[in-house]
């Protein structure tokens, strides 16, 4: 199993600014995962973060918006750049599936609101 | 594309009741995994089935995988309160990322 520790847990954020989460996970791990959640809906994956190489973003995500940084195999940062209300969402990270069939954990989620 | 279609997605029942949640593709999976989530925490697994036609019980929970490993569906028996939360299928994709369903907000009205 994992432990994931994700914060900040929520923040209020004004329009222009930028926010960092970070994640830190009790046990090494290859893959790190970022998803977008809206409330009540399901998790949209932002990015695939290696250690020692460039994080792998999914269509409708670029990295100029959402770097993330991995410096660590127990270590992972998401920052949403230049917020605006439609980045006000939960973010979660994630760790696995590390093989077939296995579980992914989640860190809590950090609930971000841009004023 | 692989996707994942998750039905219904609002669910208000009383409890005692029973429900279905269907999750369905076009395409194969190598396995699926039914999670469960509560506000304010990220989603925790509940089952993972990898087998056509597995049926597998847990407690009041019944999670079954179809025989072309295209469906899934969540049964919950006498349903409680303490049910209540947002129900995610995930499947395994080709490339060992996780597909998730729209997910399911199951309400059980005491």
């Known amino acids: 199993s994992a432990v994931i520790s994700q914060k900040p847990s929520r923040d209020i954020c004004q329009r222009g600014t930028s926010l960092t989460i970070q994640c830190q996970v009790d046990?090494?791990?290859?893959?790190m995962f970022w998803y977008r959640q809206q409330p009540g809906q399901s998790l949209t994956l932002i990015a695939t973060?290696?250690?020692?190489?460039?994080?792998?973003?999914e269509s409708g995500f670029v990295i100029d918006k959402f770097p993330i940084s991995r410096p660590n195999l127990t270590f992972s940062t998401l920052t949403v750049s230049n917020m605006s209300p439609e980045d006000s969402s939960i973010y979660l990270c994630?760790?696995?599936?590390?093989?077939?069939?296995?579980?992914?954990?989640f860190g809590q989620g950090t609930r971000l609101t841009v004023v | 594309t692989q996707l994942l279609e998750q039905s219904p997605q609002f669910l208000s029942i009383q409890e005692g009741e029973n429900l279905t949640v269907y999750c369905n593709s076009s395409?194969?999976?190598?396995?699926l995994q039914w999670y469960r989530q509560e506000p304010g925490e990220g989603p925790v697994l509940l089952v993972t089935?990898?087998?056509?036609?597995e049926v597998k019980k847990l407690k009041r929970l019944t999670f079954q995988f179809g025989d072309a490993r295209k469906d899934s569906s969540l049964h919950i028996t006498a349903a409680q309160p303490g049910d209540t939360g947002l129900y995610l299928c995930?499947?395994?994709?080709?490339?060992?990322?996780?597909?998730f369903g729209q997910g399911t907000t199951l309400q059980v009205k005491p």
């Open positions: 995930a499947g395994s994709s080709n490339t060992g990322k996780l597909i």
């Open positions: 089935v990898v087998t056509g036609g």
């Open positions: 973060a290696n250690q020692g190489s460039e994080a792998t973003y």
């Open positions: 994630s760790v696995g599936p590390q093989g077939f069939g296995t579980e992914a954990f």
């Open positions: 046990s090494q791990v290859t893959m």
């Open positions: 395409s194969v999976f190598s396995s």
